[in-house]
């Protein structure tokens, strides 16, 4: 089956720093990715749909400037986390589309972010 | 919010039982998805269930789906200590977007 790559798989910040997290569809070109962020015994949350070489649609009540998106290939996807704060430590999980149209997802492994 | 609702929110059956977690949703779906997730890990796919399909099997997986409504129910079988792990159905409306429900807790005791 496709294969999405997310990484790095884990990591810790500081608050105020920065973070970019990368979703890579390994072997299938992704139309379309999508960023979902889940804490703990919690659900998915959907926070973004990102299509190559266009701006991301984010979700209700989701930041764009603090959550920055961008789809530079049909490969490759990235969030980047701005100026983090110790509520943004989550786990970013990234999925992607390839054209079926039957609409099936592939998810990555995740991303577990801790800011202290 | 539009979220879907699983029940139950935890379940704890013994090995070779069998389990059933149900899923409700709110809007009319293309199709249903149904995932695992293991403690902290990332999910795998089970099984996808189409709007106009009723039924859908895989091993030891039975999926329904109800769209008059709007339910979905998965039935593992012959449950396995293996098999403990979190559960979600996802929807998706048409707009390529899926929405996960609340997902249930599954552990199975040996």
């Known amino acids: 089956g496709a294969v999405v790559s997310q990484h790095p798989s884990w990591v810790i910040c500081k608050s105020g720093t920065s973070v970019k997290i990368e979703c890579r569809s390994l072997?299938?070109?992704?139309?379309?990715m999508f960023w979902y962020r889940q804490f703990p015994k919690q659900s998915l949350m959907l926070m973004a749909t990102?299509?190559?070489?266009?701006?991301?649609?984010?979700e209700q009540g989701v930041e764009k400037d603090k959550f920055l998106i961008n789809h530079a290939s049909l490969t490759l996807s990235t969030l980047t986390v701005t100026s983090a704060h110790p509520e943004d430590s989550s786990f970013y999980i990234c999925s992607a589309r390839t054209g079926s149209p039957w609409r099936e997802q592939y998810f990555g492994p995740g991303t577990r972010l801790t800011v202290t | 919010s539009q979220q879907g609702e699983e029940d139950p929110q935890a379940l704890s059956i013994q090995e070779g039982e069998n389990a059933t977690m149900n899923c409700s949703y709110k809007?009319?779906?293309?199709?249903l998805q149904w995932y695992r997730q293991n403690s902290g890990r990332g999910l795998v796919h089970l099984i996808l269930i189409r709007s106009n399909e009723r039924e859908k099997h895989s091993g030891r997986l039975r999926v329904t789906l109800d769209t008059s409504k709007k339910s979905s129910s998965l039935l593992i079988t012959a449950s396995r200590a293996a098999d403990t792990a979190s559960y979600f159905c996802?929807?998706?409306?048409?707009?390529?977007?899926?929405?996960f429900g609340t997902g249930t807790r599954l552990k199975v005791l040996a």
């Open positions: 990102s299509n190559e070489g266009s701006k991301a649609t984010y």
């Open positions: 809007t009319s779906i293309n199709n």
């Open positions: 996802a929807t998706d409306s048409g707009t390529y977007k899926y929405i």
């Open positions: 072997d299938f070109q992704a139309t379309t």
